[in-house]
Every structure is written in C-alpha cells, then in structure tokens.
C-alpha cells in the first residue's frame, strides 16, 4: 500500500510507476481510495520493463492525497 500527492490539476494525468517483477504473462491492476480508483475494481497498469508497470490516472483533483495498492 502507498500514500501518494496528487500535484496535478484534475484534467492533468497522474502517473503512477511499480516496480515489481509479475512474471510472465500477469498483469498489475491498481486500486485505491478516491475517484476514479476504487477498492472494488482495479485499473490496469501497462507493462514498460520486465520490473516497470506504470498506470496512469486522470481526474484526482490537485493535492489530493489517496491510498492505493496493487
């Protein structure tokens, strides 16, 4: 789990990046606490390097602080 800040206006894109080896063939969703990400459902992240999964979220408003989690 991770506390992340927002310091993006709303309609700019916060990027989130995870490093971590899932192996081949899996996949890294993220979930979190403030809208758009949910607990319920995940958001996909798009694999960039063998350890480098990186999702990107638009639309949590500037400062805003939120709990995610892979």
């Known amino acids: ?3 992340i800040t927002s310091s993006t ?3 700019v ?3 989130v990046r995870v490093h971590y080896n899932v192996g ?3 996949r890294i969703t993220i ?6 990400l949910s607990w319920s459902s995940g958001q996909d992240c798009v694999n960039k390097a063998a ?13 805003q602080q939120f709990q995610s989690s892979r």
């Open 9 to 11: 206006p709303a309609s």
């Open 1 to 3: 789990m991770a506390i």
């Open 24 to 26: 081949w063939g899996n």
């Open 13 to 15: 894109t916060t990027t």
């Open 51 to 63: 350890d480098l999964w990186e999702c990107s979220i638009t639309g949590i408003p500037s400062g």
């Open 31 to 36: 979930r979190g606490d403030t809208s758009p």
